[in-house]
Structure formats: C-alpha cells, structure tokens
C-alpha cells in the first residue's frame, strides 16, 4: 500500500512523506520503503539516506522514535524536521482513514 503524505507538523518544514506499508493500514504496519523531502535540511545526506534506509520495517507507531534514534546515531545534524513532526502527520493519516471507515 502506497502513501502520500504532505504537511507542515510542529517544528518542522514542509515535509513530503511516500510511504509503502504492508496492509491493512494500522499503527502496527510495518514500513517496506519510505522517501522524506521537504524543505528541512539534515548533514551529511548520504547519512540520512541510510536512516530511510534502516527505518524499512518499523511500525508506524514507532517511526518517530526509531527516526530520532537513528539520526543521534549517525550524528546528522537536521534542521526543519524530527521525529515528532514525522509521527504527526502519520497520526493524522491513521486518524482520518479511521474516521473514514468509522462513518
């Protein structure tokens, strides 16, 4: 399942978000591939290219965490974008597909 996702979440830039998650969608979906841009900034690139790369299996409701951990791991330095601002947008994701399917 692929998504999009566009937002400007609390301390942070603009971030585009694609996602492809093994279905059905929940907090549990696990990551299969993930692409962040966005207007943020994060030293070294190749580094953060790695952290995409190493957040393929993570569950939704731990991509935050797991982003920051990696990012403090890796000593990549961000500007415009964090963890918190990356659970954001898919919280909203995950809240409006439930209102969708609650109505």
Do not use: Y
Not at 28 to 50: H, N, T
Not at 53 to 58: P, V
């Amino acid at each position: 399942m692929k998504l999009e996702l566009i937002g400007k979440p609390g301390g942070c830039k603009l971030l585009r978000m694609t996602l492809e998650v093994e279905p059905p969608l929940s907090p549990a979906s696990r990551l299969q591939r993930i692409s962040i841009r966005g207007d943020f900034f994060a030293v070294p690139e190749e580094a953060f290219e790695e952290v995409e790369h190493e957040l393929e299996g993570t569950a939704l409701a731990e991509l935050g965490l797991r982003f920051d951990a990696l990012v403090l791991e890796k000593g990549i330095q961000c500007a415009g974008i964090g963890g918190a601002g990356l659970a954001e947008l898919v919280q909203n994701l995950l809240v409006q597909k439930e209102q969708q399917h609650g109505t």
